[in-house]
């Protein structure tokens, strides 16, 4: 009697063994993004033919970035100088009666300013890369010394939030869906409507450093970034269905930056 229950025992706890494996689905990999930047962006710096005229201009045509009136801090864009163009170099920082110039920092899709009166820091934007599908800036921390001189304590490199990003950023594909996450985080999941270009790329489809700018209208700046999808057709990354996302970001005194918690800040829809 004993040996005939044992050996039901062992057949249910099989059976069972048996129906819990049945029910089990595979689990989905999550994989690392890609950087499309490979190396750190090079520092800009002015032709010397403009840098030529800017040393010999009696005269600035410029337009106006940012004006903070309470706390006398302006920047302007330079266009031209005399009659010559700047061929989209050149800012110019006033605080009080002080003004100084940056020639090499670019001025092309209008930098965007910000001063935050309790930290002393003017927060500025600058184009790193542009094109179609492309926009990737500097962040530039600027601050005033004696005489209230402009001075550049800490240039942020594209390349080096695209790296620190890479870090943290994971996906997972099933089917048509994506879904991104921050460590363990999930961020977003999204539907890929895009069928023309012959699915996804087998070896990386997920990628970030095209579309990678900042927000500084608020007291600290904040990064913006686009993951971009590759697909077996066609040479470019396709934003079509992709969250925007973003993260608070700190800069200490010693240059090196922090990102903070990543949200999303726009769904495509």
């Not at 904040?222 to 934003?239: A, D, M, Q, S």
Request: charged fraction near 25%; charge should be negative.
């Amino acid at each position: 009697m004993k040996r005939k229950y044992f050996i039901s025992l062992a057949i249910a706890i099989i059976a069972m063994g048996m129906m819990t494996a049945g029910c089990k689905t595979a689990s989905v990999e999550t994989k690392q993004m890609a950087g499309t930047m490979e190396e750190p962006v090079p520092s800009d710096t002015m032709p010397d033919n403009v840098q030529q005229a800017l040393a010999k201009a009696t005269k600035y045509h410029s337009h106006e970035l940012m004006n903070d009136t309470t706390n006398e801090v302006c920047v302007v864009s330079i266009d031209e100088m005399d009659e010559t163009s700047t061929e989209g170099y050149g800012i110019q920082v006033t605080k009080g009666a002080m003004s100084t110039t940056f020639p090499n920092i670019r001025n092309t899709r209008e930098p965007q300013a910000t001063y935050n009166a309790k930290t002393g820091d003017l927060w500025l934007t600058s184009s790193a890369m542009e094109g179609t599908g492309v926009r990737v800036e500097w962040l530039h921390q600027i601050r005033f010394g004696e005489n209230e001189l402009a001075y550049v304590k800490t240039e942020v490199n594209p390349y080096g939030v695209q790296q620190e990003l890479l870090q943290r950023l994971g996906y997972t594909i099933e089917g048509e869906t994506i879904t991104i996450y921050d460590g363990g985080k999930q961020l977003a999941t999204v539907k890929n409507t895009v069928t023309d270009m012959g699915g996804f790329d087998d070896e990386q489809p997920l990628w970030i450093g095209e579309q990678l700018y900042y927000d500084v209208s608020g007291d600290e700046p904040k990064v913006i970034f686009t993951p971009g999808v590759k697909f077996t057709t066609g040479l470019v990354l396709t934003y079509d269905d992709m969250p925007e996302l973003s993260a608070p970001i700190t800069i200490d005194e010693n240059g090196l930056f922090t990102i903070h918690e990543i949200a999303v800040a726009k769904e495509k829809k």
